[in-house]
């Protein structure tokens, strides 16, 4: 069930007294400024998804992709996708994963609609959004970027993380990704996908063909994505849509999902 992979909350309470109260109490300047009303919500403990690693990890992290489609269909937009917002608990015998974190998400019916809004983590965000273009609020965001965005993650898991440890610093070469602003982290992603880094040594190589695979699949739609905007540039084709239907969400997953590291890594048990 989808409630099974969103955060359950299970108790809140709202404070009455709002924040104007303590403000004027403290005799601070015009004290209904800025006022705000407190709350305290209590969700289910979960755990971050970086203590996860093989099989258990690839599960946990496809389970947050398909629950996070299903919402993208029912018009929920998360819009950042990362490690901290990627969590699981246990239950009945299995893993159960969670995409956590809806503050920047938006909603299809939302009457302000934030689509063009740049949200995201740098680090993670899908090469698109990481354009000038697209820091200027001039590229909308769609599913795909999303998708992309789990794919980034599982990458920077496995080159950060061993067996849900984390690497010493000299052996976590995407650390310097965070510190880039967002058009050169894009160019340093670029790269990193044309000059896939040597496996490291801590990374099985049946996860490595893995993220080979789709760095692949990303590079492919990256120059077929290209390659159209120049035959509608040469056409004189001046307007396009880009709205996505369910049918090209599906599509485009499944151009991970086909892959054969994909179905090797499901079912991957690392040894001991």
């Not at 998360?78 to 699981?88: A, T």
């Not at 070469?173 to 996908?193: I, N």
Request: aromatic share 14%; net charge negative; charged share 20%.
């Amino acid at each position: 069930a989808v409630q099974d992979h969103i955060p359950e909350l299970l108790w809140h309470h709202t404070f009455t007294e709002p924040t104007s109260t303590i403000r004027q109490a403290l005799g601070v300047p015009d004290p209904t400024k800025g006022s705000c009303v407190l709350y305290i919500l209590v969700f289910r403990k979960l755990q971050p998804i970086t203590e996860l690693h093989g099989q258990q990890l690839f599960d946990v992290w496809y389970q947050c992709i398909m629950w996070h489609i299903t919402l993208w269909k029912e018009g929920v937009y998360h819009r950042d996708i990362s490690p901290p917002n990627m969590m699981w608990y246990w239950k009945n015998g299995k893993w159960i994963g969670v995409l956590n974190d809806y503050d920047l998400s938006s909603l299809a019916d939302d009457p302000y609609p934030r689509g063009n809004e740049r949200t995201g983590t740098v680090l993670f965000m899908a090469l698109d959004l990481l354009s000038a273009d697209a820091q200027r609020g001039e590229v909308k965001h769609l599913y795909r970027h999303d998708l992309e965005s789990f794919i980034w993650v599982f990458i920077w898991i496995c080159f950060t993380y061993s067996e849900g440890a984390l690497l010493p610093a000299e052996s976590r070469p995407l650390d310097q990704w965070a510190r880039y602003d967002a058009v050169t982290c894009g160019k340093e992603k670029y790269f990193f996908l044309s000059k896939m880094l040597a496996r490291p040594s801590h990374l099985h190589l049946i996860v490595w063909c893995f993220l080979l695979q789709c760095a692949l699949v990303l590079k492919d739609e990256e120059y077929r994505r290209s390659r159209l905007l120049i035959q509608n540039l040469t056409m004189e084709i001046t307007e396009q849509s880009n709205d996505e239907q369910p049918e090209d969400m599906d599509g485009f997953l499944r151009m991970f999902t086909n892959m054969q590291a994909w179905s090797e890594l499901s079912v991957f048990n690392a040894p001991q």
